[in-house]
């Protein structure tokens, strides 16, 4: 289902104009805080009228500014999983679960009690009330509270941001497994360039009320317009080939493999890596007598100026449509020391990776 | 026992306080629904002549209470401008009997009722009746689901000082509806009787202890209930 947010909204110090037709998946509001991400996902969810715009998930029109169509919130029929989780301090955590399956039609595709308790393992906590919970507890529940709803519509705004790093290590799993298994559309909020390589289909970078960058992750995230040179990102693809008796896993990616220590994952699983633009080096020759063991082969792409002194260099890794591009930020000296140019094979050698499960 | 007890307070004295306990309890019964409403549109809607609303609701607390019964007998006296209209159409009349008592009580007690379940009402999250709207409860059900069990405590609490102050009601009780035994003559106003003769102080005295047991019971009870309830919507 293709999610239509067009929205026109002016108020204090900022004009939100958004107008991007996403495709189907978990779609990330990604910005700054105070680039209007959570006013759009208000808007969404009702909670806030704006000025002008059209919202629709497939042929299902939430508002219409020009038909004065508009659905209050109750009948949107979201999930809405809040960055506080927001549960129901008097119901215990049983009843915050089946608080939205009061209200949803009874004929609505819902899921079962047990089957969301099962995947946010949270059977222990049913009798009990929110007061007693930790802040990973409270926010799982709060997912299981707006799956139960029987959602055409899941919008999740910053929901592991008030977690320290652990307990999101503890829950990103389940958006992932939210999106592998949940056909509905996820609106996810975020200021985490982690979560979005991690999560996202599509990613709407927000820049004070307007849309900066839309597109899939890979592209956004290595479009310095939208991240800064700094902060400058390339998302892989990976499948884990086998774990080794050394410590480290095996990783296949385009244009070679990639030994991280061990992961969890079992043989075969997809995963997405991250590589930052400025843990890239790049080698014309295939390297000798180097420590590193991450080193993939490409070909050079694109060289684009950036913040002097670099230059922000796109591998392309692997051949044709498979190909995946990686960005190296280099200096110019060191791009004129090597007399790189688009066409030219090269090596990258990666110094650090993050990889997403 | 309860011959002894009953023995205890006089016949005239025994009236009182029945009549005391009905006249407050509906007093506070009756207006709480009222209550609740008016201290939600205080609490949570913005509007033109809000103040006003919130003067006129507070007016009785700092009238004297002789202006309020004296204002309520213009209004809703048989001769008054309501008055006159609801004995015409309805037969109903306040003035001198135990419901306009009543309804002096509940006017007087209506402005500590509503400002303890505003607070309350203030003190609960917005955020939390959004998260409910957003899962499908309508404003009817945010409030009755989520607002409502949230300021229980507070509705508690308003009552019960409404019905105490109920209880203690005297200057507007004895303007409206006058000091009739058996009809309008509430505690107050039958220790301030037994006062006017010679050798009442006794009955009177009876009296005032019979009130201060009152008193002290309504507020052991709200503190229990409040405890109770608390625990309840408390979250643990």
């Not at chain 1, 806030?48 to 919130?73: E, N």
Request: glycine share 8%; with cysteine.
């Amino acid at each position: 289902m293709r999610l239509a947010l067009q929205v026109r909204h002016r108020f204090a110090g900022l004009e939100l104009d958004v107008d991007v037709l996403a495709p189907p998946g978990v779609t990330v509001l990604f910005g700054p805080s105070g680039s209007g991400k959570t006013t759009l996902v208000n808007a969404v969810a009702g909670l806030l009228r704006p000025d002008q715009g059209r919202i629709a998930a497939g042929d299902w029109v939430l508002m219409d500014s020009a038909t004065r169509h508009w659905l209050p919130p109750s009948k949107r029929r979201l999930g809405y999983i809040f960055q506080e989780g927001r549960l129901f301090p008097h119901l215990t955590v049983r009843q915050n679960l089946l608080y939205g399956r009061w209200f949803a039609p009874r004929d609505a595709p819902a899921e079962s009690l047990e089957r969301v308790v099962d995947l946010l393992g949270i059977d222990r906590l049913l009798s009990r009330r929110p007061g007693a919970l930790s802040g990973g507890e409270k926010q799982r529940v709060a997912i299981g509270r707006a799956l139960l709803a029987a959602p055409r519509l899941i919008l999740a705004d910053e929901p592991l941001a008030a977690l320290d790093e652990a307990r999101k290590a503890e829950i990103l799993p389940y958006f992932e497994r939210l999106r592998d298994a949940v056909s509905v559309p996820i609106l996810y909020v975020s200021h985490s360039s982690a979560e979005v390589a991690r999560l996202a289909t599509t990613v709407i970078a927000l820049r004070e009320g307007k849309v900066a960058a839309f597109g899939p992750p890979a592209q956004v995230l290595g479009d310095p317009a939208t991240m800064g040179a700094r902060g400058l990102v390339s998302v892989l693809s990976a499948q884990v080939v086998a774990h080794h008796g050394d410590g480290l896993s095996e990783l296949q990616v385009a244009g070679g493999t990639i030994w991280p220590p061990r992961l969890p994952e079992e043989a075969g699983r997809d995963l997405r890596i991250r590589v930052a633009a400025k843990d890239v080096i790049l080698s014309r020759v295939a390297p000798q007598g180097l420590s590193a063991l991450n080193i993939l082969r490409g070909t050079i792409r694109e060289i684009r100026a950036a913040e002097a002194p670099n230059v922000l260099v796109t591998v392309a890794l692997g051949d044709g449509a498979e190909a995946q591009m990686l960005m190296a930020q280099i200096t110019r000296r060191s791009l004129d020391a090597l007399a790189l140019e688009p066409g030219q094979s090269c090596y990258a050698i990666l110094k650090s990776i993050a990889v997403s499960p | 026992m309860g011959g002894e007890w009953a023995n205890w307070l006089g016949p005239a004295e025994w009236q009182a306080v029945r009549l005391s306990l009905r006249v407050s309890l509906w007093a506070t019964l009756a207006s709480l629904p009222l209550g609740i409403f008016v201290a939600y549109v205080l609490a949570r809607w913005e509007f033109p002549g809000k103040q006003v609303l919130n003067g006129i609701v507070h007016l009785p607390l700092i009238l004297p209470p002789v202006v309020t019964g004296y204002l309520l007998l213009i209004v809703l006296g048989r001769r008054g401008m309501i008055g006159q209209f609801l004995d015409q159409w309805f037969g109903i009349v306040f003035s001198f009997r135990w419901t306009g008592a009543a309804v002096a009580a509940a006017i007087m007690a209506f402005p500590l009722m509503v400002r303890a379940i505003r607070l309350a009402i203030e003190a609960v999250d917005p955020k939390l009746e959004a998260a409910a709207s957003t899962l499908g409860a309508s404003r009817f059900w945010v409030f009755v689901t989520v607002t409502l069990p949230l300021i229980l405590p507070g509705i508690i609490a308003g009552a019960i000082l409404a019905f105490a102050k109920a209880i203690g009601e005297f200057g507007a009780t004895i303007t409206f509806v006058s000091n009739i035994p058996g009809q309008t003559q509430t505690i107050p106003s039958a220790i301030y009787a037994f006062l006017q003769v010679p050798g009442g102080q006794e009955a009177a005295t009876r009296l005032v202890i019979v009130a201060v047991i009152i008193a002290m019971a309504a507020l052991l009870l709200s503190e229990i209930i409040a405890r109770r309830v608390a625990r309840l919507v408390g979250g643990t």
